[in-house]
């Protein structure tokens, strides 16, 4: 059993965040769906929660109201293996209404926030010495999404 499920608390749109995520990453998969009884917090029949799973991390998706909102302050990092995944990653998380933030940071469409970074940023960040790692640092600094070409120029790894 996974330690820990995170739990994502969406307004009243779990049931359009759930296969969004799904369309975006390609091992993923709906596990369950919970609605809400006669009784319940929602009127009855209507999604409570949805558990859906991505890269073999279970999450849940709840429709809980307005009463709290995503924030950058937790995020979701996603390391790529090369600049076309970079890419495709950040195309799928930022359209319809994501939003670029900095440093490989974005929103999605549902405000959930997402870091999308080169599998070793830390070696492309640390450069070919000190010197390097702080022009690293510098060109990083600049970008939205990464550029990873860029960011091994500028710390001379290239």
Known sequence: ???????LWFNDNAEQAVPFYLSVFKNSKLESILRSPEGG???PGSVLTIEFEIDGIRFVALNGGPH?????????VIPCDSQAEIDEMWAKLTADGGEEVQC???KDKFGLSWQVVP??????????????G??????????KKFDIA????AGGLA
């Open 68 to 76: 709290y909102t995503f924030t950058h302050a937790i995020s979701f």
């Open 104 to 106: 490989g940071w974005l």
């Open 41 to 43: 917090p929602l009127p």
């Open 134 to 143: 702080e022009r690293a640092m510098a060109a990083m600094m600049q970008m």
């Open 150 to 153: 860029e960011l091994k120029r």
């Open 1 to 7: 059993m996974q330690p820990i499920k995170p739990f």
């Open 119 to 132: 599998a070793n940023i830390g070696e492309l960040l640390a450069g070919k010495d000190a010197a390097g």
